[in-house]
């Protein structure tokens, strides 16, 4: 019988079937970070409970942890420190692995998990975050938990999970040139709507995105999310499999060649059946820009704001106003002559190597509008060492962007810093109201807009400048 | 009215809430989690829509009369008729522990975040899905006296009784109703599976040897 990804995958996880679609699944790496793995570890600990496999579960500081240079534990955000100082000690407790600041592994979770090799293609990660499905980028069954999840896959090893129904996109034709993933992923959103992936694993195909980079592969899947799915995953092809043999932890010698013929095997089958497919014309893709308070409310950088009356969906046409209400937009604003005040280049959605090489690329001789404040947050310390030798940080640093260390930093208000009040184009993955401070007006897009956008001040696709 | 011979999971006063795509972020802002623990986060849901500002001090903060569990006819609040994909965005399970906290029993809207639903039932909350039409109809008559028109919700049976016994039924998955009536602790159940998981284990490493570190 003709298998999908999903089925693969699933299979490989599945200890017991409950009944129901639920299922136990094994879990093979639990990913735990300082705002939401504190938690769990210690509530873990006041039941008297055990991290069943410590040594199979990894711990970073990313959420809240200062990212101006020369930072320590003291973090802006409200008890930030006791987040930090609490993760620590329960993670030396448990023994687990923790990337601790000073750390060079240290980063964005998502970003850590997948440059070390931690999470390898095919295997099932969980980590009490919702973009943990980034990694199913790798071809791994990885997704988003709650924190009493977390306790749950900690104590036992096991999760149990309601298996999602089969969705794969295809991407066909071509995209033009200066169309990136985050263009890509931000068209899909909108065609099908923010509730879409409800119930599925996503399964990302067809040419375009085996032409994407790895990094453009994780930018993919790390929205899938946004549009309401279990998890995204892309099937490893050779280009995954060269990614992984870079990583600290991929297997060496037999056992890799072992690996990777084993992980040649994931993929969807031909004729394997899937509970929905979509397509997508990669010829219709722009450079793209969300004007709402939702990833789906989104245009292209070269059309207008909407009228509310153009849904035909209450509920939508609802949101639509609500959200121009938030914006402070009006119906029919060019998208290219909103002035914006800040510029924020980071996440785990886009601040790999790749992301900071096509900002730095556009930034070279040039400067950001006076008015604009500008921010460029690697997404690990690994990635912030890679630019430097290569000099992006000076471009950055020149064009008046300013160069941080690496974490979340000003995707979310965490109560410290803020963007709040202000209108920003920015690289992550969320437009909520005040998702990036009390009042602050997100537009999404990717790296390459929010580079452009910065030097004219005004929300700009790349050619446009 | 009441339902006598119903085995009642909770009855109380529902406020309507019917926008769509209220996020975790709207339910519990970050900067309102300031403690290493799930208690106490009741008096931080909806921050940005429940308090004029958004500065916490010690003196409490001054409601925002418009936001509707504000209002006097709204008090003991402890059921929210949402709009669609309520608590999507951030896995934050503290927008599932502030509502809790605060008394809110069961959530009605026509979609939820995944993960937001999953962490309802591990917390206690039922969230139930409806068609938009009937969480309007539920809202309507609400509306007309909150603190009167209380909603029954009826777990074991599966219904919603409200008006006059008029009755609506829900599904919900029978693991789910279970973890909702007796309050399973699943650690300890998975805990029981033990040779399973560790014969599952046994096997894999001869699989997949370059997983197990
Ligand atoms: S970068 Fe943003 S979206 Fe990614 S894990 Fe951090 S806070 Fe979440």
Redesign the interface.
């Given at each position: 019988m003709p298998a999908t990804l999903l089925e693969k995958l699933w299979s490989?996880h599945e200890?017991?079937d409950?009944?129901?679609?639920?299922c136990?699944i094994?879990i093979?790496r639990i990913f735990l970070h300082e705002?939401?793995g504190?938690?769990a570890l210690?509530?873990l600990e006041q039941e008297g409970?055990r991290v069943r496999a410590p040594?199979?579960v990894f711990c970073t500081m990313d959420h809240i942890v200062d990212t101006r240079p020369g930072r320590g534990d003291i973090s802006l955000?409200?008890?930030g420190r006791?987040?930090i100082e609490?993760t620590r000690q329960s993670a030396r407790r448990a023994g687990i692995h923790l990337f601790d600041i000073d750390d060079p592994r240290q980063g964005i979770s998502h970003v850590v998990a997948a440059e070390n090799g931690i999470v390898?293609p095919?295997?099932s990660a969980v980590c009490?975050?919702?973009h943990t499905c980034t990694l199913g980028a790798l071809g791994a069954l990885a997704w988003?938990?709650?924190?009493?999840?977390a306790?749950?896959a900690l104590?036992?090893?096991?999760l149990?999970a309601?298996r999602p129904r089969a969705m794969r996109v295809n991407f066909i034709g071509e995209t033009a040139p200066g169309v990136t993933a985050k263009d890509m992923i931000l068209h899909l959103i909108a065609s099908f709507g923010?509730?879409a992936g409800?119930?599925y694993a996503v399964e990302f195909a067809g040419p375009a995105v085996s032409a994407l980079s790895m990094d453009g592969r994780f930018t993919l899947c790390n929205m899938a999310?946004e549009m309401?799915?279990?998890t995204g995953m892309i099937a490893p092809d050779e280009r995954t499999i060269a990614y992984v043999r870079n990583t600290a932890?991929a297997?060496r010698g037999p056992?890799?060649e072992?690996?990777e013929f084993?992980w040649r095997q994931l993929h969807s089958d031909t004729g394997a059946e899937f509970d929905l497919e979509l397509e997508i014309d990669c010829a219709r893709i722009a450079p793209a820009v969300t004007w709402g308070?939702?990833p789906e409310q989104m245009a292209n950088i070269g059309g207008k704001v909407p009228s509310p009356d153009a849904f035909e969906d209450p509920?939508?046409s609802?949101?639509a106003s609500?959200a121009l209400d938030y914006m402070g937009l009006k119906p029919g604003t060019p998208l290219d002559s909103i002035r914006i005040d800040a510029a924020f280049l980071g996440s785990c959605t886009n601040n790999r190597i790749s992301d900071l090489r096509a900002a730095a690329n556009y930034l070279r001789n040039r400067k950001i509008a006076p008015w604009v404040q500008a921010l460029c947050v690697p997404g690990s310390g690994a990635v912030k060492r890679e630019a430097e030798a290569e000099g992006l940080h000076e471009i950055f640093r020149n064009a008046g962007f300013e160069w941080r260390e690496a974490g979340c930093s000003l995707c979310?208000?965490?109560?410290g810093e803020s963007f709040g009040g202000k209108r920003v184009i920015s690289s992550t993955n969320?437009n909520?109201?005040?998702?990036q401070g009390?009042g602050a007006r997100t537009h999404l897009a990717s790296p390459l807009t929010v580079a452009a956008s910065a030097c004219r001040g005004y929300i700009s696709a790349a050619e446009a400048s | 009215m009441t339902h006598p011979q119903a085995q009642v999971f909770h009855r109380g006063v529902a406020a309507p809430l019917l926008r769509p795509n209220i996020d975790t972020d709207a339910i519990i802002p970050s900067r309102e989690i300031s403690r290493v623990s799930k208690k106490g986060l009741g008096e931080s849901m909806f921050a940005g829509w429940r308090y004029l500002s958004t500065r916490v001090s010690t003196q409490g903060r001054e409601p925002d009369p418009n936001f509707i569990l504000n209002r006097e006819a709204y008090q003991g609040t402890s059921i929210l008729l949402a709009g669609d994909n309520f608590g999507c965005g951030s896995s934050r399970e503290h927008a599932v522990w502030a509502l809790k906290d605060f008394g809110i029993r069961a959530i009605l809207a026509p979609s939820f975040g995944g993960i937001f639903f999953n962490n309802c039932a591990l917390n206690g909350i039922l969230a139930i899905e409806l068609e938009e039409a009937e969480i309007q109809r539920l809202a309507d008559w609400v509306q007309v006296d909150p603190r009167a028109n209380l909603l029954q919700i009826d777990l074991a049976a599966q219904q919603i009784l409200w008006r006059e016994g008029e009755k609506t039924g829900f599904a919900i998955e029978p693991a789910r109703r279970s973890l909702l009536l007796e309050g399973l602790d699943s650690i300890a159940a998975t805990l029981r599976q033990e040779d399973a998981i560790a014969a599952f284990e046994a096997a894999d490493r001869q699989r997949r040897p370059w997983v197990w570190m």
């Open positions: 490989l200890i017991a409950l009944g129901d679609r639920d136990l094994h093979d705002r939401t504190s938690i210690r509530s409970r040594h199979r955000a409200p008890h006791e987040f609490a390898l095919g295997m009490p975050d919702s988003g938990i709650g924190s009493t999840e306790e749950h104590a036992t090893s096991c149990r309601s923010s509730r409800r119930g999310v309401g799915a279990f932890l297997p056992l890799a072992r690996a084993h308070t939702n509920q939508k609802l949101a609500q979310f208000h965490a109560g969320r909520f109201q005040g998702r009390p | -």
